[in-house]
């Protein structure tokens, strides 16, 4: 009977400790105010990053995204990067209709992207601040942490080349 007792109280105390275990890997979730996406216009093959604050809707060509929740790990833990994600396409005929709600994965943007005929989209992050300000109206999560002065979010990484494409050339005189 006591070792019936003891096995009972051990298993108690293990129950306490998974509870415990779940309870702070559910707590180390992230909320992040600001989703950072991709997206390729296959019609002229560039690809954009974008900011988007949660609960805004930015439209990139015929479809308006709306990331409503963006989660991210601490860097102590391994990289997860999720957003529920809203996207919707205006029609030819001027019509608004929802063409994916659910879940992104920025390891996995093969699977849980939107692929449109002619735009795709898919989250590669999650920021705690943006050089985008926000909408007026914003009330999503806290806002912390300030982006340097200058950095263009829409620029992309940068690839090296001093120079721009350069100024071209008068045509010659004919006269």
């Keep these: 009977m006591k070792a ?24 180390e979730k992230i909320e992040n105010p600001v989703a950072v996406f991709s997206g390729l216009d296959k019609i002229t093959g560039r690809i954009i990053s974008f900011d988007v604050y949660i609960g805004e809707t930015v439209q990139f060509g015929a479809l308006q995204v709306t990331p409503r929740v ?5 860097q102590t833990e391994s990289p997860l990067t999720t957003g529920f994600v809203q996207v919707d ?25 939107v692929e449109h005929p002619v735009y795709d989209i898919w989250l590669t992050d999650c920021k705690l601040a ?46």
């Design 4 to 27: 019936a007792i003891r096995i009972l109280k051990g298993l108690g105390v293990a129950a306490i400790a998974v509870t415990a275990v779940s309870a702070s890997a559910h707590a």
């Design 70 to 74: 963006c989660h991210t790990r601490p």
């Design 89 to 113: 396409e205006i029609t030819l005929n001027n019509e608004v209709r929802r063409i994916f709600s659910g879940w992104m994965y920025a390891a996995s943007p093969g699977l849980h992207a």
């Design 130 to 175: 943006s050089s985008v300000p926000p909408p007026e109206d914003y009330d999503g999560p806290p806002i912390t942490g300030v982006v340097a002065e200058g950095e263009d979010p829409l620029a992309g990484p940068d690839d090296g080349v001093e120079s721009g494409p350069g100024i071209p050339r008068p045509k010659p005189f004919d006269g």
